[in-house]
């Protein structure tokens, strides 16, 4: 007997999972990497946050392609690609950074990035049409917990392999002559190694498995037969007006997760505590995911719950800056429960009604995780000039603003006709 389609779908929702726990692995490990590359390349702050600028900004080059890939491909072969492209990436990563070429890993996170680009623009308006549009919030909710479980393990087990002793190997590269220090950040260096081709491997057979899955190639037009507006994303103000709202919310977030450690060092705190850092925003984000499944809809709507995590941004924001040392990083942390559900709610309120475009406007969306490479790249620069608490505010509280206007009018803005 064939399969119920309650079980087909679960089935599904089940693989897609899995696919955004590997996106969450590859994503949550930079915060840690930005401590290791700039010990192991010896490179000031700004230098070592062009790991998030690098791995974002793939996202803008590649959503539009990865749409056309997935044009031809279908969603299920696309996604295969996706992961084949990550291992790729992983292997260039581990070999440049144990041959210590900066430009040459910077490289290989663009390959891995522009791979997650492929499975994000499939995998996020898959699941936002498997089901009702009002319960979309609720099924990415799921997805993000899947995320963020891994985003809570991969810097864990990067800072326990990887980025063990740093404190100490920064005294001692300190204290080394040219000879010394080299080969001491060689060394360090070359720990990633193992690391990153035992996950491109992983990557690689997980690539096969899903073409041999029992995934449907669903398309995603087939989730949205609504389409008053036209052939052009450009009839749908909601959209792009969606697409700067996780524009400023993946900045927001990627400042909240991967700047914390940068952010917390800039206290004088150690960095054998700061590698832990992003640790904290993920827990904070995955209580918030929990939270948002039970809440939305049964509680509240997705557009309500946005708004009130945009206001929560603002006022945790504020008492960031209001404060110092440990609290002051602990209110950074708790921004991960006010993040939490702002992608769930954004996604689905932006592509609602696109009908057939709806892949291009998945795309469109998935260039706005562009903030994520500005915003962080931002307060590096600002940081060496303004007080590091002061920028982190200024960059903050009008992405949030923001967002809560898109909550409250900016997804009700009808289509051109």
Not at 361 to 373: D, R
Request: charged share 10%; hydrophobic share 55%; proline share 5%.
């Amino acid at each position: 007997m064939s399969a119920s389609p309650a079980t087909r779908q679960t089935t599904s929702i089940a693989i897609i999972g899995g696919l955004f726990f590997i996106m969450g692995w590859f994503t949550w490990l930079n915060g840690p990497l930005i401590g290791f590359v700039q010990l192991a390349f010896d490179l000031d702050v700004v230098s070592a946050f062009l790991v998030t600028f690098v791995s974002y900004l793939s996202y803008f080059v590649w959503a539009l392609p990865a749409s056309a890939i997935l044009d031809r491909t279908g969603m299920k072969r696309g996604m295969a690609i996706g992961l084949w492209g990550m291992a790729a990436g992983a292997v260039a990563f581990g070999e440049f950074c144990v041959r210590r070429w900066y430009p040459g890993a910077l490289g290989g996170l663009f390959v891995i990035f522009a791979g997650l680009a492929i499975l994000q623009t499939a995998a996020n308006p898959y699941i936002s049409v498997l089901g009702p549009i009002e319960s979309g919030a609720k099924r990415i909710a799921v997805m993000g917990i899947c995320n963020k479980a891994a985003g809570l393990l991969a810097p864990w087990l990067l800072g326990t392999l990887v980025l063990h002793g740093m404190d100490d190997l920064s005294g001692q590269v300190a204290a080394a002559d040219a000879a010394g220090k080299a080969a001491l950040l060689d060394a360090f260096a070359a720990r990633i190694h193992l690391p990153y081709l035992a996950m491109a491997s992983v990557l690689a057979v997980l690539g096969v498995a899903i073409l041999f899955s029992p995934l449907p190639d669903l398309r995603a037009e087939q989730g949205s037969k609504t389409d008053t507006g036209g052939d052009s994303l450009f009839n749908y103000p909601h959209v792009w007006l969606g697409a700067l709202a996780i524009f400023v919310y993946v900045g927001a977030e990627v400042m909240a997760g991967d700047a914390i450690g940068t952010y917390g060092h800039s206290f004088g705190l150690p960095l054998d505590e700061t590698k832990f850092l992003t640790m904290g925003t993920l827990t904070a984000m995955l209580v918030g995911y929990i939270f948002g499944f039970i809440a939305i809809p049964r509680l509240v709507s997705q557009q309500s719950y946005l708004m009130g995590s945009a206001v929560l941004g603002v006022l945790l924001t504020l008492g960031a800056y209001f404060s110092s040392g440990y609290l002051s990083v602990a209110f950074v942390a708790a921004l991960g429960f006010a993040n939490a559900m702002m992608w769930p709610a954004i996604f689905p309120l932006a592509i609602h009604g696109l009908g057939k475009l709806i892949e291009r406007g998945s795309a469109l969306l998935i260039m706005g995780i562009a903030g994520g490479a500005i915003v962080p790249q931002l307060f590096a620069l600002l940081k060496e000039r303004m007080d590091f608490q002061l920028v982190f505010m200024l960059l903050m509280v009008p992405c949030y603003l923001y967002i809560l206007y898109f909550a409250a009018r900016g997804h009700r803005v009808p289509p051109r006709r």
